[in-house]
């Protein structure tokens, strides 16, 4: 018998091997999903969604808000394969089918697990066209969701591939709000979630889906992957599970500014206060794609400009917050005047499948030229954040969204402490 993809996929999946440190990984990345969540409820765009969904009251809505919410801040992970954002999806939809079923924490964190592994796998097979038009946190966003819900829920292997496949039929979510700074990017995250959870709980009732939603002829790839790989679904299945292969973002921009932020900072150390002649950074086509924005008008634009966040990380030596603020993108527009951006190799051809590369030259009035390239940057699993550093930059955003310290400390040992099946819902409440 031919099993579709998805069969295959659910079959990896619930057939899995979980390590204590798998799980140990999984409640890190849920307190970084977390943490944004509540540090996005404090921006302009987290308040009016937070007034939208004081009006609503079933569990699709109250996802959608959380997802939405968890990625405003432009700090939640990113997987770089599949280049999608899982954690402001699984964790939402985990977290709110969890406060319905009192869940206890260590299978909270299993179905985290199995949400990133189908959402990043199915990512990992769209093809680089895709990327293009399609936002892929939107468009694989609900697999992951209705993957995670389908555990959560207790469905079995039958009920779970049709939920995926309702989850499929559902994706959308286009790159066109770029042009504007319109604040789609947020729904994207949001209606993921919504959509996973719908068709999880649909497929509980025998409400059917497509079971070839990837490969069928009207299917997903059909319809939004002009380059396919749909080896990519199932390839090394005995691999780490895919959340340890995802990175933590450090600073609050698009991830496709990380590498050139990454390599500046290490100039703005050597620059020693030089002055500058001219800035060239040589980036993949990804980052021109989404981060062409030479003179951002607003704070999100800002957060899609390479040549602000190159600018802010050589003349400041820091990215944070207050970078993209309107003070700060007028103080630093000399110094971005000063930076061009080319599509060169072997950043072009090592994207996405080898690496996210940059590299940033410097020369200096007295014709002295400095470079610095990354292959990978801080935040990567091969340089990832230590325990130390995760749980500081929770903190960080634990504080940004109005958690005292007490609070603070008390949510980070609750969802720490999830490994060990516990859930202490008198906590967690109090954010979900």
Partial sequence: ???????????????????????????????????????????????????????????????????????????????????????????????????????????????????????????????????????????????????????????????????????????????????????????????????????????????????????????FYAGLCPDPLPEAVLAKPAAPWQLLQTSIKPWPSCRHTHPSIDAALSLHKILKGRNIKSIKANVYQATLDICDQP??????????????????????GAVVFGSFSEQSRNRLSDIRNKISVQVSEPFKSAYPDKYWGASISVTTMNGEVLTETRNVCKGDPEASLSESEMLSKAEMLLSYGGFTSSQTKALIHTIMDMPNNKSDWEILDSIV
């Avoid at 954002?85 to 319905?100: D, S």
């Avoid at 892929?136 to 039958?158: I, V």
């Avoid at 704070?299 to 050589?314: D, V």
């Fill in 295 to 316: 003179n951002p008008k607003t704070e999100y634009e800002a957060k899609f400009s390479i040549y602000h966040c190159i600018a802010a990380a050589i003349n400041d």
């Fill in 1 to 219: 018998m031919n099993y579709t993809l998805t069969e295959n996929l659910v079959n990896l999946i619930r057939t899995k091997s979980i390590q204590p440190e798998d799980l140990h990984k999984a409640a890190l990345f849920t307190l970084d999903a977390i943490a944004n969540y509540i540090g996005g409820r404090q921006t302009k765009v987290g308040r009016l969604l937070c007034d939208w969904g004081e009006k609503q009251c079933n569990s699709a809505h109250q996802g959608l808000l959380m997802g939405a919410l968890t990625h405003i801040l432009e700090t939640d992970d990113l997987h770089r394969a599949s280049v999608t954002h899982p954690g402001c999806v699984v964790v939402p939809a985990v977290f709110t089918l969890g406060k319905k079923k009192r869940s206890n924490g260590r299978d909270m964190l299993v179905a985290i697990l199995h949400g990133y592994e189908a959402m990043c796998r199915i990512g990992n097979s769209v093809g680089q066209a895709h990327y293009k038009i399609w936002h892929n946190t939107a468009t694989c966003g609900p697999f992951g969701s209705a993957m995670c819900t389908s555990t959560m829920l207790n469905l079995d292997k039958e009920q779970s591939v049709q939920a995926l496949g309702n989850a499929g039929t559902q994706s959308s979510g286009l790159w066109q709000f770029l042009e504007t700074g319109a604040m789609s990017k947020h729904l994207h995250a949001g209606r993921a979630v919504e959509s996973g959870i719908i068709a999880a709980e649909l497929a509980m009732i025998g409400f059917t889906g497509p079971t070839a939603i990837l490969e069928g002829s009207k299917g």
